[in-house]
């Protein structure tokens, strides 16, 4: 049997929920609406997967075709295919990735926890999340292939990190945190223009929220956690300059208790009640 190469992670669905999905609407968990993501893998030339999106999806179903004998309510579709190197549990990844760090998210393996000690109670499969956006579950995707891509030294191997992020729809330019190696390498660099947001308002605030919008306050005085924008996608943040996300995953790490290795910060610094990244001008 030849060695896998690859690993494909597919994210799937109710047919009826497919254009909530590419809408980016909730799939809403009130509404019976659920969504999957699971992994397979493949030994195919990377050249041919990422020149045929259809061909990956044909990687996916036999996968997916056993879904119906574990009890999939409705006749469900691939909705998105991502393409990793050949890790296993790289869906386990993106799942706590969207669910536990970056945000949270309701999903089926923490809701089985929390039934454990209930009679007569039937667990769930491992792999539902539920009240979710399609962009969350990208920024996810985005978030391991940044971690990959800062992590590689191998020339070759960056090459093909690259080749899969632009099949997986990740823009290497994005909002998403810039390492020094990554610097080094010159594969990224923001395109949020900060200065062009704040140009009509020299002493502006921003403030650092949680997921679910709440302030984050340290815990030992008390205050708000805030930043002043001093140019060039620039803050002070209690006397230390830096970006959105340098600062974001700090003091979220410190206060919020989550626990961000890659994070984007314009999705948690707010302005006047508005993410940064809604401010986005063109």
Known sequence: MSKKQFTIVYVFGPIQCEDKYFNDELISLEANEWIKIGETSTNMDL???????????????PRVKNEPRTGIPFPSKIYDVF???????????IRNRLCHDLYEIDNSKQRNKELRNEKHIIPSGQEFVYNVQRSKIKYAVQSIDHDLIANEDDEEKLKQLIKMCQFNDINLNSDAEETEKEKDKGTRRANLDLDKIFENDENAMVVLCNSKGEEVVDSATGEVITAKYIGDNKFD?????????????????????MNLTTVNGNEYWYYKGQKLTSLRKN
């Open 83 to 93: 393409i990793f190197p050949y890790l296993p549990k790289t869906d386990d990844k």
């Open 47 to 61: 050249d041919v997967l990422v020149s045929d999106y259809d061909r990956v999806k044909d990687e996916a179903m």
């Open 237 to 257: 943040c209690r006397g230390e300059i830096s970006r959105t996300s340098p600062l974001a995953k700090k003091y979220l790490n410190l206060y919020a208790g």
